[in-house]
């Protein structure tokens, strides 16, 4: 399998659960990104990794705990989610000031 | 800072031409540009790394002033397929490496035929 596959593609949690997504990229780049996009926002970045470090963090709230154990896979594990954390999370995957391929996404809906 | 996207909307007849406009009010390492249609994932068009730079391939291509930090796209007769909304993502002078993008809201771009 080719590019950047994200699972799952859609999820639905309560406030109190915990849950992770997985993101992996298959085209040999070694940065990683999470994205969010809300319904009314533009695209956020969230957590940058580049070689399995993380070299940047948007000032997200500590519910979302990021993961990188190489680098083809990415996790984002949550927790303790609010409503408004419902969103399509987004990873992405690039090579140093290349172009970012994009996964498909998960759809999260926080109940 | 998030960049600014104009127009926010634009409908188009089928051949016609469209500009897309992006302007930062910081200094500019790059600009990238991507295409998303409902309910998929942000699709790359371009990147554009230097000053005075100007990228294409068919019928779209995109240009970059660093000095007055904007970037626009452009799209010429165009097509059916080009509907969606276009993002322009950037990355500021002081990055280079991996930098994660910061985003525009988006320009939404119907095509009728």
């Known amino acids: 399998e080719t590019g950047v596959t994200q699972t799952p593609r859609h999820l639905v949690m309560g406030m109190t659960n915990k849950k992770s997504l997985k993101c992996e990229q298959h085209?040999?780049?070694?940065?990683m990104y999470w994205y969010k996009q809300s319904a009314k926002k533009p695209l956020e970045l969230m957590f940058v990794y580049n070689f399995k470090e993380q070299t940047e963090n948007n000032s997200v709230p500590s519910r979302f705990s990021p993961e990188c154990p190489n680098s083809s896979h990415l996790f984002l594990h949550l927790h303790t989610l609010q409503p408004e954390d419902s969103a399509l999370y987004l990873c992405?995957?690039?090579?140093?000031?290349?172009?970012?391929?994009f996964g498909p996404g998960t759809r999260l809906t926080v109940l | 800072q998030q960049p600014v996207q104009s127009p926010q909307a634009v409908i188009l007849r089928e051949g016609e031409d469209a500009v897309i406009n992006c302007s930062s009010s910081?200094?500019?390492?790059?600009v990238h540009w991507y295409r998303q249609k409902h309910g998929e994932a942000p699709v790359f068009l371009m990147i554009?790394?230097?000053?005075?730079e100007q990228k294409g391939h068919d019928k779209i291509s995109a240009s970059f002033n660093e000095k007055k930090q904007q970037s626009s796209l452009y799209l010429t007769a165009s097509q059916l397929s080009y509907s969606g909304t276009y993002f322009c993502?950037?990355?500021?002078?002081?990055?280079?490496?991996?930098?994660?993008?910061?985003f525009g809201k988006g320009t939404h771009l119907i095509i009728q035929p």
């Open positions: 554009l790394l230097k000053g005075g």
């Open positions: 910081k200094a500019l390492y790059s």
């Open positions: 085209l040999g780049h070694n940065a």
């Open positions: 993502g950037t990355v500021s002078v002081s990055g280079g490496g991996a930098d994660g993008l910061t």
């Open positions: 992405a995957s690039s090579h140093p000031d290349r172009e970012q391929f």
